[in-house]
């Protein structure tokens, strides 16, 4: 079984990933971030190499779809292709930084993937506004994002609900992270186990 933990920046993929991970006794899948032989291309030139950079995190993360496909534990997946696609290359090309032809061949190489990867049993959509994400993101304080804009975060929100709700084709369970905080309220945390109980194991009834 294949999970998805979908979400903007600041929202705390990677910390229910590694939460629920420990709680179900399933596979955490990281994405590898470590090494990307454009990046710094990148940041030198961002419209010149947008496209090559783009391509390159879809090629490891297809690899990763293939992988989790073969594998027989249930695997739960900090970000997946779908948002990789849909929420940060879209936001690329609508900056300006990638053109609409290499977006259109970008696209038409992401639609025959999936004709060959399924969709994860289940995706966690964390919806959060930008104030929380802006609270969570100066809390961990990784200096790297300390000069992330608002204005791109709003720009990521915007696109992360079209994507959920007007992109992706597969069952999603949305957390409204605002309000709560599973990291260190037990209460909080156990709300999300029988959300998730109940959508995938029916082992409660909807209230």
């Known amino acids: 079984m294949h999970i998805a933990i979908a979400g903007n920046i600041g929202s705390g993929k990677t910390t229910l990933t590694t939460m629920l991970a420990k709680h179900y006794g399933w596979i955490p899948r990281f994405e590898d971030v470590d090494?990307?032989?454009?990046?710094?291309?990148?940041?030198?030139?961002?419209?010149?190499?947008?496209?090559?950079?783009?391509?390159?995190?879809?090629?490891?993360?297809?690899?990763?779809?293939?992988?989790?496909?073969?594998?027989?534990?249930?695997?739960?997946?900090?970000?997946?292709?779908?948002?990789?696609?849909?929420?940060?290359?879209?936001?690329?090309?609508?900056?300006?930084?990638?053109?609409?032809?290499d977006f259109t061949t970008y696209m038409e190489l992401f639609e025959q993937m999936l004709k060959i990867v399924k969709m994860p049993e289940l995706m966690i959509y964390l919806r959060s506004s930008v104030p929380h994400l802006v609270e969570n993101i100066q809390k961990r304080g990784r200096e790297y994002e300390q000069s992330i804009q608002i204005e791109y975060l709003q720009g990521l929100n915007s696109l992360y609900e079209d994507f959920i709700f007007n992109k992706y084709k597969g069952r999603v369970m949305v957390v409204d992270v605002d309000k709560i905080d599973f990291l260190n309220v037990p209460h909080d945390f156990a709300g999300i186990i029988d959300k998730i109980d109940r959508t995938l194991f029916g082992l409660f009834p909807e209230e």
Do not use: C
């Open 35 to 101: 090494f990307n032989p454009y990046l710094e291309d990148y940041y030198d030139n961002i419209p010149r190499w947008s496209f090559n950079l783009e391509v390159y995190f879809l090629k490891q993360r297809f690899k990763d779809m293939l992988a989790i496909a073969k594998s027989e534990k249930t695997i739960i997946q900090d970000r997946s292709i779908f948002e990789g696609v849909y929420v940060f290359t879209v936001n690329n090309h609508n900056m300006g930084n990638m053109d609409d032809r």
